[in-house]
């Protein structure tokens, strides 16, 4: 009985081991290639397999399918271990719609919490399939991914949409922009000016499309959409003075790490003008991230629509 009892706890602490044994700041180091059989590592029923290489706080939210998620993440092939896409490289974190993700990311991170870093198997099934990714990633290729989720940002359209004017969190503006804080920066943080160049998530919708009746929620966000940054995977980088009258006076309200919902009656943004798919005469509501402003470089985008 005694031997018993201390094989079971020789087995537990070479399991303890094992999970020590990862080095957070260089994880790749010991998980390439994928074991399997490794103490530790759990497996969804899809055929995803996590180890947990740091915890976060315990009482965080893990994200829903209508979150966005802020990571920062290492892809790799796991036959070669050849990165195929990394934040870590580009030195900046990424924000996506957790709904529009391949299914292997959709189901590992409802399984996070801010602050967790995980380490992934995704089977070839529950990334691109057979189609693959261009060039980087072949078809049919298992893939491995380091990912650091930093935040889940809960999904403000749904109190958004119709426009709560009367709201008593709504400020009022004599321009006519409105908005709501949904989120703020550090209250010592500067607000850029007319010369800055901000980097900004956002996503416009258009206050009044040609809904359906008995349109659900998701039905009204889809055929309401213009533009989405949280969608193309990347923030965008503006000239303060190249944009729209409301653009202008939002952002220099703002400081970095402020996301706000902003509602741009037309009179202050394109006017009789149409955009894109912004029609003339058209109130867009906002939601605007402003990550960081600094200098004008050479090189400036369009402003948004």
């Avoid at 059989?37 to 055929?47: M, V, Y």
């Avoid at 996070?112 to 380490?119: E, I, L, T």
């Avoid at 922009?177 to 607000?191: C, K, M, V």
């Amino acid at each position: 009985m005694i031997r018993m009892v201390l094989a079971a706890m020789l087995a537990l602490t070479l399991a303890a081991c094992n999970r020590a044994a990862v080095d957070a700041k260089d994880p790749w180091a010991t998980m390439h290639p994928w074991d399997h059989g490794r103490p530790g590592i759990e497996k969804l029923e899809t055929g995803v397999e996590y180890f947990a290489v740091t915890r976060g706080d315990a009482k965080g939210v893990s994200p829903t399918l209508r979150d966005r998620v802020e990571v920062r993440y290492d892809g790799r092939i796991a036959k070669t271990g050849l990165i195929f896409d990394s934040s870590y490289q580009r030195g900046e974190t990424a924000t996506f719609p957790l709904s529009i993700l391949i299914p292997g990311w959709r189901d590992g991170l409802q399984k996070m919490k801010p602050g967790d870093m995980f380490m992934f198997w995704i089977p070839s099934a529950q990334g691109y399939g057979e189609q693959g990714a261009g060039g980087a990633i072949p078809p049919n290729s298992d893939l491995m991914f380091q990912v650091e989720l930093v935040r889940v940002l809960p999904d403000p359209w749904p109190a958004a949409l119709p426009w709560p004017t009367d709201a008593s969190d709504i400020v009022r503006l004599p321009s006519g922009l409105e908005y709501r804080i949904i989120d703020s920066g550090p209250a010592d943080g500067a607000s850029p000016g007319p010369g800055d160049v901000v980097d900004v998530d956002f996503a416009g919708r258009l206050e009044d499309p040609d809904y359906q009746v008995g349109d659900t929620i998701e039905e009204k966000l889809d055929s309401s959409l213009v533009i989405s940054t949280y969608l193309e995977g990347s923030s965008k980088q503006f000239l303060v003075s190249g944009l729209t009258p409301g653009w202008q006076e939002a952002v220099q309200l703002m400081r970095p790490g402020d996301r706000w919902m902003v509602r741009m009656p037309a009179q202050i943004n394109y006017g009789e003008e149409s955009a894109d798919r912004i029609p003339p005469n058209s109130t867009v509501i906002y939601e605007i991230e402003l990550k960081d402003f600094g200098a004008p470089n050479p090189a400036q985008m369009p402003p948004p629509q």
